[in-house]
Structures are given as structure tokens and as C-alpha cells.
């Protein structure tokens, strides 16, 4: 048996592949559910111990709905060279296919792309089959994020590559049919760790936190926190010549990995926001991304709302934290992705002293309410992805999509939320208890 907290628990990783059909559903399923639901996450194959969490082989789990039925459950493996123990570097250099491929899964310009943010995407079939590495016709020559933004308004895939050596920070854009069409390189950017970023409906807007590369960690992910390493915003105009002009700003010490959302207010002024964490917050995450003690009892705790308004013309930056929840995986209805938006969900976590407990949390950003819905003892929900409902006129008319991971039933089930209330609607099913994972998405037949 293995010690490491990322292969126990809800993080135990499933042993095989297997399709399951007809499956059994509670309550009742919106019609407009018609899509497939597909989460990402690391599960190595057995008798594999990864030193680092981040390591493990990714797997994609796929749930398929249909005119009020739950038509199929799969599971796959991202069948990438690293499954198969592929090294990341070479003597020719950095492998840019040899990926776990397990953190997140998008769909964009017809393209299902399993994401692992070293490394060139991975493209899958609609039955999550593996397709192979995907470098937009040989025009994508850097790593890709696991979080690019599709820009509700002209479809078009805004992303970046980062690397722990120059050049280390590159921009690119993909049109809606899904043509690469745009790359710059970003002057300024250092080797802090940009795990996310926020586009507005003007601006690129970049993180750098105080994580950054360090040679001495040996985990296989060389990063690690520096008081040296400032801590910055980077705010670039959008547009072919944006990169040349973009503007660092100086923020408090921290680190955050998933952004909530940016927009530009009524002054102009860019409002961005996001949990983050302090010096031990990170320290506690990241002894539990590798199995080292003194670390929480999950893998996110003393992660907490913070928000930057960063005035352009005054060069200046407001922070402040907004929430004292420990939250993770910020998600919205992604209709409001770059302009403002009242509502945002997130999974509450325990904090490191085992308090709280698991939830999926829902903030009106105007009146400041908060409200939880509890998924109960021993179980955990996955990030939450909003789907809108049919016709929908207020921005949280729709659905909750989470795969709860339940150990006293050894069971798996997706929970349909509505996003308004957060009272259950329908329940489906799994014929597995499915490991907790990281990021997914709702891909609509329409």
C-alpha cells in the first residue's frame, strides 16, 4: 500500500477501462441536457507511483445525455507516450507529446482536446478515444495551457504556453473554426508558474505569483515558492500589436492557480478574481501534491477569494480578500467570461484542520450573499460546470454538473444542481466510484 494522499481516499485511481450503458437517473433531466459531460484528472496506470500528483497519467470520464436519459458512461485513458513511460526530456530537448494530458478537456472548433499545460494537447474522438497530439497544423511550437478562454463574442480561443526558460511567456490566438491565427512573445514575463490567466473584452490579463521555477525541486515539477520572485500583474491590450504594450503591475505576495473572472467596470478599471494562497497555504497544497508531511487534509486549503482592481490610469492596484470560504475551481456561467458577472460557483474544501467540509458554493457578487449546498459526509463534488438553461433570461438560469465521489458507498454519482438555487434536480448513476479529478466540460450536441 502507498502512503501518497493522491492515490488514497477519493484520489484513488481506477485500474481499467470500461463503458457502461442505460444508465439509472433520479428525478428528472432537462431536455436541453443533450451533450456529453467529460472531466479530466491524473489516475496513473496500476502498480505506478508518480512522485508528484501532477504526474499521474490523465484519464477522461465521459457521461453522455440525451432527450432525458443517461445514454453512456466511459472512462479512457489519454493514451499519450507518457503513458507508456516516455521521458519529458530528451536528448533533443523538451518532448512536448510526452504528457499526462490529465488536467483539463475543452472542446473548440469541432476539436475535443484533453490539456496538460507542459505539453502539446492531446485531441480525442467524441467516444474519448486518442486521436494523438494536436499542434494546429504545426503551427503551435509552444506548450498550451490546461485553461484557454473561447471569448463569447467572436468564438475566437485566446491561450498561452509558458516555459521555465525564455522565451517564457508566449500568447496565441485560435479563430472559432479554430486556425491558429495569432502568436506573440510577452516582454517582461519571467519563470513564475502561470498556471491561469483572464481575458476582458479588451485586455490579456497575466499572473505571476511568487511559485516559480526551482532546479532543487525534484518531485518532477521544478517549482517551488520564492520570496524573491515578485509577485505582478501583467495587463495587455487584445489585438495583433497588444503584446508591445503591455503594463506590470506590482500586488501583494501569493499565488493563485484558477482565475473566477475579469471584466472592465463602469470607470474603466480591470476587476479581476480568484482564490489565492499565502507562503503556507502553498506549502500546505503542494506537501500534499507530493506526499511530503505537514500538509492539509486536502489538497487545496487556505485558499481564499481574493480581488485587484488595477486602475490604468492612475497605475494603481486595489487588493483585498473577499470571502474567508476555502474555496477552489471557480467557475461561471461562461456567457459572462470577460465582462461582469454577478454570479460565480466554486467546491468548498475543508481547511487544514479537517473544518468545513465539502460543498458546492454559489456568490452573488451584488448583494454578497453566499450559499452552500452540501453534498454530505465522505463526499466530494467536482468543479462545477454551469450549463444554460433552454431560454434562459437571468445569467444563472441553468444547471450544476458535478461528479461526486462518495467512499462510504464506494459509488459515483453526476449531480444536476440548478444553478439559481442549488437544489438538486436529478441525480444520475455512475457504475463506478470515479476518481476525484481537476477540470471538465459540458459539450452541447448543438
Known amino acids: ?54 504526474k499521474g497519467s490523465g484519464m477522461v470520464h465521459g457521461v453522455r445525455l440525451r432527450d432525458g436519459r443517461a445514454e453512456w458512461y466511459r ?47 492531446f ?67 519571467t519563470a513564475s508558474l502561470k498556471h491561469d490567466f483572464a481575458i476582458t473584452r479588451r485586455h490579456v490579463v497575466f499572473v505571476e505569483g511568487n511559485v516559480t521555477f526551482d532546479p532543487e525541486e525534484h518531485s518532477g515539477i521544478p517549482y517551488g515558492w520564492s520570496d524573491d520572485q515578485p509577485s505582478r500583474i501583467g495587463v495587455m491590450p487584445r489585438g495583433s500589436d497588444g503584446a508591445r504594450h503591455i503594463r506590470w503591475f506590482s500586488i501583494e505576495p501569493g499565488n493563485m492557480l484558477h482565475v473566477g473572472n475579469a471584466y472592465e467596470d463602469g470607470q474603466g478599471r480591470i476587476v479581476l478574481e480568484g482564490p489565492t494562497v499565502d507562503r503556507e497555504g502553498f506549502q500546505l497544497s503542494w506537501n500534499w501534491w507530493v506526499g511530503a508531511p505537514g500538509r492539509g487534509t ?32 471557480p ?30 458554493v454559489k456568490y452573488d457578487r451584488t448583494t454578497g450573499a453566499r450559499r452552500i449546498h452540501h453534498v454530505g459526509d465522505a463526499r466530494l463534488p467536482s468543479e462545477a460546470v454551469f450549463v444554460p438553461a433552454a431560454g434562459a433570461t437571468n445569467e444563472d438560469d441553468g444547471y450544476l454538473l458535478t461528479v461526486i465521489s462518495d467512499l462510504k458507498q464506494d459509488a459515483s454519482q453526476l449531480l444536476v444542481l440548478d444553478a439559481a438555487g442549488l437544489e438538486r434536480v436529478a441525480t444520475v448513476h455512475l457504475p463506478r466510484r470515479v476518481t476525484a479529478g481537476i477540470h471538465g466540460s459540458w459539450v452541447s450536441d448543438s
Open 1 to 54: 500500500m502507498t502512503s501518497k494522499p493522491y492515490l488514497t481516499g477519493h484520489y484513488a485511481p481506477v485500474a481499467d477501462e470500461i463503458t457502461a450503458v442505460d444508465l439509472t437517473v433520479e428525478g428528472t433531466l432537462p431536455p436541453e441536457l443533450t451533450g456529453r459531460l467529460i472531466r479530466n484528472g491524473h489516475n496513473p496506470k496500476p502498480g505506478v507511483t508518480p512522485a508528484h500528483w501532477f
Open 75 to 121: 472512462n479512457r485513458w489519454v493514451h499519450t507516450p507518457a503513458l507508456d513511460g516516455a521521458p519529458y526530456l530528451t536528448e533533443q530537448g523538451p518532448d512536448l507529446t510526452a504528457s499526462a494530458a490529465g488536467t483539463h478537456v475543452i472542446e473548440h472548433g469541432g476539436r475535443l482536446l484533453a490539456l496538460c499545460e507542459a505539453n502539446l494537447p
Open 123 to 189: 485531441e480525442l474522438t467524441p467516444d474519448l478515444e486518442t486521436v494523438g497530439a494536436y499542434d494546429f497544423g504545426g503551427r503551435l511550437r509552444t506548450a498550451m495551457t490546461a485553461h484557454p478562454k473561447e471569448d463569447p463574442a467572436t468564438g475566437e480561443l485566446h491561450f498561452f504556453g509558458s516555459s521555465p526558460f525564455p522565451p517564457f511567456l508566449v500568447y496565441h490566438v485560435a479563430d472559432a473554426k479554430g486556425e491558429l491565427v495569432h502568436t506573440a512573445e510577452i516582454p517582461g514575463a
Open 298 to 329: 486536502e489538497p487545496n486549503t487556505r485558499s481564499y477569494t481574493r480581488s485587484w482592481v488595477i486602475d490604468l490610469v492612475a497605475g494603481t492596484v486595489d487588493e483585498q480578500i473577499i470571502d474567508d470560504l476555502a474555496v477552489e475551481f
Open 331 to 360: 467557475t461561471l456561467n461562461e456567457k459572462y467570461l470577460g465582462a461582469e458577472n454577478r454570479y460565480g460557483y466554486a467546491v468548498s474544501f475543508p481547511d487544514q484542520e479537517g473544518f468545513g467540509g465539502y460543498g458546492v
